[in-house]
């Protein structure tokens, strides 16, 4: 699945304790190295995933200062023009451990089911946009690549 376009998101609620490349635990590390994934690296300033939709430069959830870990873009030219025709260069493996899942989550009311720490509500507001990001990374690949929209991006920043 993984290998033919597919993504999969494991959103742990562990703030890094046990998350990959967490310091006090394996236990993802051992889930995921039953998996044939490939290496996996913190997501970088410049991936198109923190421009997907919103420009970001980090991805809160409930939690906040935790890593979002995406696959290791190949140093090997021929490799990554080989993944962009396969995947459209959308990493097939995406690790966070700011739970996001539970920033997201409300009652019937549409009160939020848990507190987000440290930021408050900002802060959820952002892990909403992490989750659209997320989705129309997984849903339009690399587009946001592509030169074409690099004059807007720099309007955007204000460069």
Do not use: C
């Not at 998101?9 to 051992?30: C, H, I, M, N, P």
């Not at 300033?45 to 997907?52: D, E, F, I, K």
């Not at 539970?102 to 009311?109: G, I, K, R, T």
């Not at 959820?124 to 807007?152: C, I, S, W």
Request: avoid cysteine; proline fraction near 6%.
């Amino acid at each position: 699945y993984m290998k033919q376009g597919g993504m999969i998101v494991f959103d742990t609620r562990d703030q890094e304790r046990v998350a990959y490349g967490g310091s006090q635990g394996k236990a993802l590390t051992r889930l995921i190295g039953q998996l044939d994934i490939p290496a996996l690296e913190p997501v970088p300033g410049n991936h198109v995933l923190t421009r997907s939709f919103y420009l970001m430069n980090s991805f809160p959830g409930r939690w906040d200062g935790g890593s979002l870990w995406v696959e290791a873009e190949p140093s090997d030219e021929t490799e990554r023009n080989a993944r962009s025709r396969r995947t459209d260069g959308v990493s097939s493996v995406v690790i966070t451990s700011n739970d996001l899942a539970s920033a997201w989550a409300l009652d019937e009311a549409n009160r939020p089911l848990y507190p987000v720490v440290p930021g408050g509500e900002l802060q959820r507001e952002m892990a909403f946009r992490a989750g659209v990001n997320l989705v129309m990374y997984a849903l339009t690949g690399n587009y946001k690549a592509d030169q074409v929209h690099v004059p807007a991006l720099l309007e955007r920043l204000g460069q």
